[in-house]
């Protein structure tokens, strides 16, 4: 599996961002596919997961309402709409995709494969 994440940016608060990731391997629908965050000196967090197929997506409660993950199969890519930027997004942001549980889709160690990440910066 091949991740390549891209979209990030320089942004004032309150602005918005969409990152990309274009993901390519056999049986990609397979897999769930993730955004995570690290935040300068912090442990990486989830931020939201989808799955290809039918779309259930669920988020972390610090970015809900204000982020949407989407997916586009034609393309094999999914998306992470983020809205109403704050300076605590502030990270690099990272796609990952999982054969995992759905219920533990939360959890960095049930990531298979993950992307090479994109900074996000929301200055104040």
């Known amino acids: 599996v091949q991740l390549q994440a891209s979209g990030g940016g320089l942004v004032q608060a309150g602005g918005s961002l969409r990152l990309s990731c274009v993901a390519s391997?056999?049986?990609?629908?397979?897999?769930?596919m993730g955004w995570f965050r690290q935040a300068p000196g912090k442990e990486r967090e989830f931020v939201a997961v989808?799955?290809?197929?039918?779309?259930?997506?669920y988020y972390a409660e610090s970015v809900k309402g204000r982020f949407t993950i989407s997916r586009d199969n034609a393309k094999n890519t999914v998306y992470l709409q983020m809205n109403t930027l704050k300076p605590e997004d502030t990270a690099v942001y990272y796609c990952?995709?999982?054969?995992?549980?759905?219920?533990?889709?939360?959890?960095?160690?049930?990531?298979?494969?993950w992307g090479q990440g994109t900074e996000v910066t929301v200055s104040s």
């Open positions: 989808i799955r290809w197929n039918g779309g259930q997506s």
């Open positions: 990952a995709a999982s054969l995992g549980a759905w219920s533990t889709l939360h959890d960095q160690n049930v990531y298979n494969h």
């Open positions: 391997a056999e049986r990609i629908r397979d897999y769930k």
